[in-house]
């Protein structure tokens, strides 16, 4: 599924970007997106499996579990790609690395990965250097039960939710022109269907840790109007 135009010397949209130090990837477009595919799926199994192995002194649901995998993963990207990305974003156009070339391959559905784009630039190294830690943490809270692990889900969560909605705006309103429109693949799976996880996902992720959190507020609330009504009576 290459596209290539004698126009250019890179696949990129729009055709007129000038990226005089682009180097064609080595590897192909399948061998990377097993790589990638393959080193999520590793990830998200090792840490479904060890959460499994806490059940016997804790009590974990699934949907928890599931909960654990998702932070993990998340960890693992924003820390790993997206912390590459933030690092060397000036280079990955005529590099080699295994992370370039999966930055240049989802390039040719966002073409702001490949010319250092300020919006990017910013937002993948504030998603590596907090988002990433801090998926890391909530996974943590989540597998020890730690009482802050709610407030950690949420702020992550919401980090992760604006973060990926500035992302899809302002390519709205750039007029979608770092991609060709419509395109199954690039367009489609790359920019859209993959980055709405960070939309959907968080937004649950929002919501679930809200109802904990207000059900443990009235929970305290109760609790005190219990005492005082004690006291009064007493």
């Not at 590099?95 to 390039?107: A, C, F, P, R, V």
């Not at 937002?123 to 998926?135: L, R, S, V």
């Not at 920019?191 to 507020?217: R, T």
Request: charged share 15%.
């Amino acid at each position: 599924m290459e596209e290539t135009d004698n126009s250019s010397s890179h696949p990129y949209y729009p055709r007129d970007l000038l990226i005089p130090h682009f180097k064609a990837n080595e590897l192909s477009q399948v061998q990377l997106l097993i790589t990638v595919f393959g080193t999520f799926a590793v990830v998200f199994i090792a840490t479904w499996l060890y959460s499994g192995t806490l059940k016997r002194r804790l009590p974990i649901s699934i949907s928890q579990r599931l909960v654990i995998c998702w932070f993990a993963l998340c960890g693992c990207i924003h820390s790993v790609l997206e912390g590459y990305f933030g690092i060397y974003h000036s280079v990955i156009a005529g590099d080699q690395n295994i992370l370039s070339q999966l930055w240049k391959e989802y390039g040719k559905g966002d073409s702001r990965y490949i010319i250092s784009d300020n919006f990017t630039v910013c937002m993948e190294n504030i998603t590596a250097w907090f988002e990433g830690p801090g998926c890391f943490l909530v996974a943590y809270a989540l597998l020890n039960r730690k009482s802050y692990r709610y407030v950690a889900q949420m702020l992550v969560s919401m980090g992760q939710l604006y973060g990926c909605t500035l992302y899809f705006v302002t390519e709205v309103r750039d007029g979608f022109i770092h991609s060709k429109m419509w395109h199954p693949l690039y367009f489609w799976f790359y920019f859209v269907f993959l980055n709405m996880f960070w939309m959907v996902i968080p937004f649950c992720m929002i919501v679930q840790a809200a109802s904990h959190l207000i059900g443990a507020q009235a929970a305290r609330d109760a609790e005190n109007t219990k005492g005082k009504n004690s006291k009064k009576r007493k």
